[in-house]
């Protein structure tokens, strides 16, 4: 049995449908991210789990039992929320030790596991400063203890690291993902940030207008993505239209001057997607032509024009070197690097 | 030759500064002007006027001696009336600060179109003068007319008028009235700070309602609340049509007593001393209850 299970939830607000036909199964010490859009129903979903709103449908349960009955104080999740939510008028230590005062700590014990909590997030001295005496880093250090020193049974973080500056950020990721694993909370991460929810999470949830599009691991959403808009929403990807040519023995998987055995029980036209960084250069396959030719520091992005529509390719600086703007080029990869798509759906 | 002007605006540093240091001045120049001939000349004026001598007979004198102010100070009768002066302030700004800060927070809990409905029906008041609200309240409450009177009487639940008119009671209800809607948007500006979503973190870590309105809304809103207080009781304590109204020629304070002096006994010095004490006092009073809350709340609210 799933340790937190979320059946067909559905979020209405007026006559307009925010979160739909919601379905989702959480292991145990599990790290998934909501990933979707803005206004894709991310924060609705996180905010049903958290019980400050009322699913209009579907039932989640905790443990096998009804979530939606037990009021929100006491669901003993640990929530961090997009702008911290700290309490202004009380040190950092104050604000890390509200919950255990609201479970009636100790108070010997209680400033024990405040001071633990603060060191586990690196702000080991910072007890008692104020919040607005603090970066934006260190505000959400806070944040994050206070979730977490009640021990709660599900972390809840609302899109908590998209306040800080890029490198912050990643530094912010990688201390997340520690300390999560070392206390192995479930965790329910919300971004928009497909790099952040690719590199914490064990399973990524792709959201889109209030729908799940894809659950899966990020290598599988990343390279198996189910629909255009996972694929589109991953990373950047190549979409060319292509045919079955049935008049070769045996058939033919056909894009432009590209050609590869066509996978059996496909037919009609269909789309073939492929990431850029999967698209090589040779002397066979579509015909292209080099556009620009960025520089990155450690890969080259080319944006070519192809018989099929424009096309992103990157390569790796591996030294080796790289066809020039204007220079006319052949794309070519392996046909178990694409995923293709019917009108209906996915392969 | 195309560096010439380059330099010499390099060279002309200082000058440029000078000027950058005066345009201030001639920016503020007008206000400035305006604020000292409308303020600053008749306050001085009547500074000067609380040491002329007067007589029922021989008019001002302008003098300079210490005749009203030696009255005030010994006389136990003004000492009486500041004292009411500021009994009644503070009360009617404790019931405003009991009564809206509680407003204001449901007030800000309610939902688009009532909020802006009970926001109009809170400061709308606003718009009627204060001596037709008054009014009302000399209607409801003035003796054996009054409705209120008229009403429980009738049904005999009192034997005689509620006692409102020319009481301190009365001036305190009724000034807790009037300056209510300052304390609502007072209060209101200070809960428009709080982070919406932080009754939230504190509801998600176990904290009942009550618990989160006594420790996290209520120090958060309290500077709202102490800012709010410091206005009412200042307008409250100089407030001239209410305490004019309910108390009348028998309840005075020191506007009305000031007023009388000027109007009535056209005794200007003595009047001008009352109204340079009040005005000494209420400064002291807000400046030094405005230090205090800013020291008591540094460390958070900067
Ligand atoms: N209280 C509400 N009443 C009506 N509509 C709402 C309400 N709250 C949210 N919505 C709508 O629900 C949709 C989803 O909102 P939600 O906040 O869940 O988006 P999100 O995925 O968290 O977006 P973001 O990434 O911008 O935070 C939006 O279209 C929003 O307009
Ligand atoms: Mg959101």
Redesign the interface.
């Known amino acids: 049995m799933s340790f937190l299970e979320l059946d067909r939830v559905a979020k209405q607000f007026g006559p307009q449908t925010v979160v739909d036909d919601f379905s989702l199964a959480v292991g145990k010490g599990e790290f998934i991210s909501l990933l979707g859009p803005s206004g894709c129903g991310k924060t609705t979903t996180l905010q049903m789990i958290a019980g400050f709103l009322d699913p209009s449908r579907g039932a989640i349960r905790l443990e096998g039992r009804d979530l939606t009955a037990v009021r929100p104080a006491k669901r003993g999740l640990g929530i961090v929320f997009q702008s911290y939510a700290l309490f202004p008028h009380m040190t950092a230590a104050e604000n890390v030790s509200f919950g255990l005062e609201m479970r009636r700590v100790p108070k010997a014990n209680r400033s024990e596991r405040v001071r633990a909590a603060l060191a586990m997030v690196g702000l080991a001295g910072f007890e008692d400063r104020y919040p607005r005496r603090m970066s934006g880093g260190q505000q959400q250090r806070v944040a994050l203890a206070r979730a977490l020193v009640v021990r709660p049974s599900v972390l809840l973080l609302d899109e908590p690291l998209s306040n800080l500056d890029a490198k912050l950020r990643e530094e912010m990721q990688i201390e997340l993902r520690q300390i999560q694993r070392n206390l192995g909370t479930t965790t329910i991460l919300v971004t928009h940030d497909q790099i952040e929810a690719m590199s914490l999470s064990d399973r990524i949830v792709v959201m889109s207008q209030g729908r799940i599009e894809q659950i899966g691991t990020p290598q599988e959403t990343y390279e198996r993505p189910v629909s255009a808009f996972v694929s589109q929403f991953l990373g950047k990807t190549n979409d060319f239209a292509a045919t079955i040519d049935r008049t070769a023995a045996p058939a033919r998987l056909v894009a432009g001057s590209w050609s590869a055995p066509a996978p059996a029980g496909i037919a009609g036209p269909v789309t073939v997607s492929i990431r850029p960084e999967r698209i090589g250069f040779g002397d066979t396959g579509l015909a292209a032509k080099i556009v620009t030719r960025i520089f990155q520091g450690n890969h080259w992005l080319f944006q070519c024009e192809t018989e099929s529509g424009p096309a992103i390719v990157i390569r790796q600086n591996d030294g080796q070197p790289q066809p020039a703007e204007g220079e006319a080029v052949r794309l070519g990869w392996r046909p178990e690097d694409m995923s293709l798509r019917t009108a209906g759906g996915a392969k | 030759m195309s560096t010439a002007p380059d330099t010499s605006v390099l060279t002309t540093g200082p000058s440029a500064d000078e000027r950058a240091a005066r345009a201030p001045w001639a920016l503020t120049a007008p206000a400035l002007m305006l604020f000292v001939g409308i303020l600053v000349i008749p306050l001085a004026m009547t500074v000067m006027l609380s040491f002329h001598d007067w007589g029922q007979y021989k008019g001002i004198e302008p003098v300079f001696i210490l005749k009203n102010w030696h009255e005030i100070a010994t006389d136990p009768y003004y000492a009486e009336m500041f004292w009411r002066t500021f009994r009644v302030a503070l009360l009617a700004t404790l019931i405003t600060a009991v009564f809206g800060a509680p407003e204001a927070y449901i007030l800000n809990r309610m939902s688009g179109p009532w909020k802006s409905f009970f926001l109009l029906v809170i400061l709308g008041p606003l718009l009627i003068s204060v001596v037709a609200r008054t009014l009302g309240w000399a209607l409801l409450f003035g003796g054996n007319n009054g409705l209120v009177n008229k009403f429980l009487m009738s049904l005999g639940l009192i034997g005689s008028p509620l006692p409102f008119m020319f009481t301190e009671t009365g001036m305190v209800v009724a000034l807790a009235h009037v300056m209510m809607p300052f304390m609502v948007l007072s209060v209101w500006a200070a809960l428009q700070r709080l982070?919406p979503?932080?009754e939230?973190?504190?509801?998600?870590?176990?904290?009942?309602s009550f618990?989160i309105i006594r420790?996290?809304v209520l120090?958060?809103i309290m500077p709202g609340v102490l800012s709010g207080a410091i206005i009412v009781f200042s307008l409250s304590a100089s407030a001239f049509a209410t305490p004019a109204i309910i108390g009348g020629r028998r309840l005075k304070v020191a506007a009305t007593l000031a007023y009388d002096e000027f109007l009535n006994t056209l005794n200007w010095p003595l009047g001008a001393a009352v109204a340079v004490l009040l005005l000494v006092a209420l400064v002291l009073i807000v400046v030094g209850s405005n230090a205090l809350i800013e020291r008591r709340y540094a460390?958070?609210?900067?």
Request: hydrophobic share 45%; net charge neutral.
């Open positions: 982070d979503q932080i939230n973190a504190a509801l998600s870590l176990g904290a009942s618990t420790r996290i120090p958060q460390e958070v609210f900067r």
